[in-house]
């Protein structure tokens, strides 16, 4: 009986792991679901740019929440950070690109929030 539970829980996590790491690829991937227009004036991109207003509203900012890693956008510092398991990490600046393309800067202070990036 022990053999076999013992296998019953190795086989458990180590679905559990593939899970996790399917839900880490998947939210990599639909991060930015643009391509293109790279150099200024960064024009020429195909795909959708965030919609905003489908994110949920935090007191910072944006979070666009992932099946593993949520992504936080905060509206006054223009920092992107990453949270997994409730542990944050300051990622980077929102960047030029995204500025042009994405447009946070505006969705920000539609949505009331203090810009000073």
Known sequence: MKVLTLKALALFGALMLVM???????????????????EPPYTGYTGEPIDWDRLDRGPAGFVKRGYVIDVLVNCETGMISLSVFGLEWQWRQVSPRALAVHQPREACQQAGYVTRF
């Not at 996790?20 to 790279?38: M, P, Q, S």
Request: aromatic fraction near 10%; hydrophobic fraction near 40%.
């Open 20 to 38: 996790i790491a399917l839900g880490v690829i998947a939210d990599i991937r639909g991060f930015d679901e643009t391509r293109g227009g790279y």
